[in-house]
């Protein structure tokens, strides 16, 4: 219960959502299966400011889900700066496009309906701001993929990197998706390359800074 009321409580002190991401909040739970895999208020307006402080140019964003992360984000780009995001979910489009089109930042934001594996090698641009939340198979997969094409002094976000708690079951856990968050977790330790900590906020979030 205090976590729920500790919750209530952040949100009435934080920056409201604002109508656009409550009526496609609303509109992803009453439509949507799992609503729960949407970023929401609180995760929305750390974006936002993330985005306020670095003033990216150019951000991928892997797993649009329902485009909530990529126009919380869009709302802190300044003019010319743009949202190149990815979902695997074509039977989402049609629900991504009618939101992106309603938002006056929707022009921000450019959609691909595919595999990340097979897009992200085809963007020849470089990005600033890389944010991972798709597939938790293929954590590792995306972060060598994108590692090249993120600039120096930039930044990868990486939701739900410590998945529930799972992160601490022992190596018998034959779950895919538990491993392969484990597996992206380790490998960070390890890289030499960047600068990173795990944020416990929701299902952590993890800020990786390349040197």
């Given amino acids: 219960m205090i976590f729920e009321d500790l919750e209530e409580y952040i949100l009435s002190h934080i920056d409201e959502e604002g109508d656009t991401l409550a009526a496609l909040n609303r509109d992803a739970h009453v439509n949507l299966l799992r609503p729960r895999m949407l970023s929401g208020h609180l995760q929305g307006r750390i974006l936002k400011m993330f985005c306020r402080m ?4 150019c ?3 892997i797993g649009t889900y329902t485009a909530y992360a990529s126009l919380s ?8 700066a743009e949202i190149h995001t990815i979902e695997v979910n074509d039977e989402l489009e049609d629900f991504i496009r009618k939101h992106i089109n309603r938002s006056v930042h929707g022009s921000k ?4 309906i595919g595999e990340a594996e097979k897009i992200i090698p085809q963007l020849d641009m470089e990005f600033d701001l890389v944010f991972i939340d798709a597939d938790k198979r293929s954590y590792c997969s995306y972060y060598t993929l994108v ?3 993120l600039k120096s002094g930039g930044l990868i976000i990486a939701d739900n ?3 529930d708690g799972k992160v601490l079951l022992g190596a018998s856990s034959t779950d895919q998706q538990t491993m392969g ?4 977790n380790d490998m960070l330790v390890l890289d030499k390359r960047i600068e990173k900590v795990i944020i416990p906020i929701r299902d ?5 800074w390349k040197k």
Wanted: charged share 25%; hydrophobic share 55%; net charge neutral.
């Fill in 59 to 61: 951000i991928l964003e």
């Fill in 73 to 80: 984000m869009a709302e802190a780009l300044d003019v010319g």
């Fill in 161 to 163: 990197t410590l998945w």
């Fill in 181 to 184: 968050i484990k597996a992206f």
């Fill in 204 to 208: 952590g979030l993890t800020l990786i």
């Fill in 54 to 57: 670095l003033r990216p140019k």
């Fill in 147 to 149: 590692f090249d094409k």
């Fill in 109 to 112: 934001l450019h959609l691909h």
